[in-house]
């Protein structure tokens, strides 16, 4: 029987495996905005503003990361009378009372060190214990969160505060660099995924005129703002930032990313301590989409509503991606049993627009931040792996199965006159994606182990891309089953520098 | 910082700040340091507290020892300030009259309780948006060629689907 003689299962197929393709399409369309973020930049409406700004850092065992972030943020350029660093302590066990002993012996007034002797209850938890304290007080005008490995440029405090002058703007955050001094392969990756995400992806939504996250790591509010989201953080979710970010504009205030400065942070530098930072990103996505339910697709008063609705696909677009993966692979495997020949021009079709899309949102990311493009121009392009990268290439440029693939199997197998299944190869290669993600997570289970070389090399082959996404659907299984809510927290060496 | 070593440091006409990864700590005419330009690359290394090996000649005397220096400093490693401290060099310890040759010890002090006036705030915000015009048409300049280069990826994809090999 052939399934294309069945015109609503055949129909039903090519939608849901197009629907594979949606999120690489809806990322390109996003892209393409990019250009047109300078043009529609807040900068008009922002003024000369330095209200008194509290920088609340929480901190659990940093004691190797204060010192550094704390006396960069004494070098802002910025009157130093208008910024007080509040410290939050979480019980830490490490010697971050003795390096704080030092610092208010330096700095005097500026820095107030706040600790709590129970602790481990999460990041939020810590925040709105200094929030509270904060905010019983009449100094503060603004609100600074901040991660305690964060180093800020002398800057960027100034360039976010401007946008304030606007009482209409209610938070504002820059972009976060990957700066571990460690040349680590991981790093690089990082760096670059932070390029696309952050440089590039957050630009669009300013002109979007929605942001789906300010980082954590630079998240500044004004205080009637945040008095107004509650004046403290949801502890309800793994994602505070997004949290505040969303409610931010859900009140009708805009939230602004400013990407014409920078802060500097150190990123997980093995692939467990990523696994589990992501895995929690994508939890606390999962949980922020049921904390907004009634809200999405709906009209707000700080964007059009077409431009709302762009953004929410491109919300569930990556919010499911693993379930359209999954989707996709399943069908295009049973049309592959059933009409092989559709399957594979259904194949080459996506594979012509993924090849598009990925040229132009890793050339577009790349211009976006020069600096790290020199950095990682080597992870760049095998973001999604080796082999998913073989197969889309061979794809979209050949008619027939792909040349590289053809060849890579004759190389394998030694013999020059070995010829290759190539309907086993098509199965390879719709069913690709879900065998990278178990490779993934293999890599993970190695570099947990002190195995050296060998995860880099999965990584190399299965991508970069297929772990995150691996992680997230971790995260989608331990919803799903209800697993406890537990704060993960991502061990920093304090290896981080200006310049990275 | 007493006024003879304000004018001293006038005269030695110190770079401006805003020229970063170079630092001129002063000239042999002011008499207090001299040295030749000395790159400081904006790392975690320059940052306050902790000690920069600074290479050259010196001849340092003990009078220009614990001094502040202002405005000498790139703004890309987050300093404005900075101290003389005495190191010690080949086993000697610099500062007593004799000139010492090779690395002197550089301590960047943390700039604290530093005061802007409403005119200074409002020069470094034009400084910002001027600076930003420039990158924003830069930006858009860039991305303009990843459009293009797009563009001609996909002149290339339909080109190699229709040659028969």
């Avoid at chain 1, 055949?10 to 300078?38: E, K, N, R, W, Y």
């Avoid at chain 1, 490490?94 to 500026?110: A, K, N, Q, S």
């Avoid at chain 1, 969160?145 to 180093?151: C, G, Q």
């Avoid at chain 2, 400081?40 to 502040?68: E, F, H, Q, Y």
Wanted: charged share 20%; aromatic share 12%; with cysteine.
């Amino acid at each position: 029987m052939q399934l294309w003689s069945i015109p609503y299962l055949a129909l039903l197929s090519v939608g849901l495996i197009s629907m594979g393709a949606s999120p690489g399409f809806l990322a390109f369309l996003q892209f393409t905005l990019l250009p047109f973020s300078g043009g529609s930049s807040h900068l008009k409406k922002s003024a000369a503003y330095y209200p008194r700004v509290a920088v609340v850092i929480p901190a659990w065992d940093e004691a190797d990361c204060i010192k550094a972030s704390i006396t960069a943020l004494m070098q802002l350029e910025y009157p130093a009378e208008r910024v007080r660093v509040y410290l939050v302590d979480d019980a830490s066990k490490d010697h971050t009372p003795e390096v704080m002993e030092e610092l208010l012996c330096e700095f005097g007034g500026r820095v107030v060190y706040l600790r709590r002797e129970q602790g481990g209850e999460g990041k939020a938890a810590a925040l709105n214990y200094g929030f509270a304290k904060i905010l019983s007080e009449e100094w503060a005008q603004a609100l600074l969160i901040m991660d305690a490995d964060v180093l800020f440029m002398p800057q960027t405090l100034r360039k976010m505060t401007r946008h304030l002058a606007d009482p209409e703007v209610g938070a504002v955050s820059c972009y976060i660099k990957e700066g571990s001094a460690s040349n680590h392969w991981l790093s690089k990756y990082v760096a670059f995924e932070y390029a696309i995400a952050q440089a590039a992806a957050r630009r669009t939504f300013n002109v979007i005129g929605f942001q789906p996250c300010l980082a954590g790591g630079a998240q500044l509010h004004s205080r009637e703002n945040f008095e107004a989201i509650g004046g403290r953080i949801d502890t309800s979710t793994l994602a505070e930032d997004t949290f505040t970010t969303i409610k931010t504009q859900q009140l009708g205030r805009k939230v602004i990313f400013e990407g014409s400065t920078q802060v500097w942070a150190e990123e997980p530098a093995s692939l467990g301590s990523l696994w589990r930072q992501r895995v929690r990103w994508a939890r606390g996505n999962i949980q922020i989409t049921g904390v907004f339910a009634k809200s999405w697709f709906r009209r707000t008063t700080v964007t059009s509503f077409p431009r709302k609705i762009f953004y929410d696909l491109i919300w569930f677009s990556l919010l499911l991606m693993p379930f359209i993966a999954a989707v996709a692979t399943a069908c295009l495997v049973l049309l592959y049993f059933f009409n092989s020949p559709q399957a594979w021009q259904l194949m080459r079709y996506s594979s012509f627009i993924g090849l598009v899309c990925w040229v132009y949102i890793l050339t577009a990311s790349l211009l976006a931040d020069v600096q790290t493009a020199k950095r990682s121009w080597p992870q760049a392009p095998m973001f999604p792996g080796l082999i998913s990268l073989m197969i889309i290439v061979s794809c979209a440029f050949r008619p027939e199965v792909g040349w590289a693939v053809h060849h890579a199997a004759r190389w394998v197998s030694g013999s020059s006159n070995w010829v290759p299944p190539a309907q086993r190869l098509m199965l390879f290669a719709y069913l690709w994606i879900a065998i990278a993600m178990p490779l993934t997570w293999l890599a993970k289970y190695l570099d947990d182990r002190k195995v050296k070389y060998l995860p880099h090399i999965i990584i190399f082959f299965a991508g970069y891309g297929a772990l995150v996404l691996a992680a997230s659907c971790s995260a989608w299984w331990r919803e799903v089953r209800g697993a406890e809510r537990s704060w993960d927290k991502t061990v920093k060496s304090g290896s981080v520098g200006v310049g990275g | 910082m007493s006024k003879k070593l304000k004018k001293s440091s006038k005269k030695a006409q110190l770079r401006d700040s805003a020229e970063a990864s170079k630092v001129l700590v002063g000239t042999k005419a002011d008499g207090l340091i001299f040295s030749e330009s000395v790159g400081i690359t904006a790392s975690s290394t320059t940052l306050p507290g902790r000690v920069m090996d600074l290479p050259g000649s010196w001849w340092i005397p003990g009078k220009a020892m614990g001094r502040v220096l202002v405005g000498t400093f790139p703004t890309a490693a987050g300093v404005r300030s900075g101290e003389i401290k005495p190191t010690l060099v080949g086993g000697r310890r610099l500062g007593s009259s004799s000139p010492g040759v090779g690395v002197v010890g550089l301590q960047i002090t943390a700039v604290s309780g530093s005061r802007y006036s409403a005119r200074e705030l409002d020069k470094l915000y034009t400084s910002d948006v001027l600076e930003d015009r420039g990158s924003g048409r830069n930006f858009l300049r860039l991305q303009l060629v990843a459009v293009a280069v797009t563009i001609a990826f996909v002149m290339l994809l339909v080109v190699a689907n229709k040659v028969n090999w």
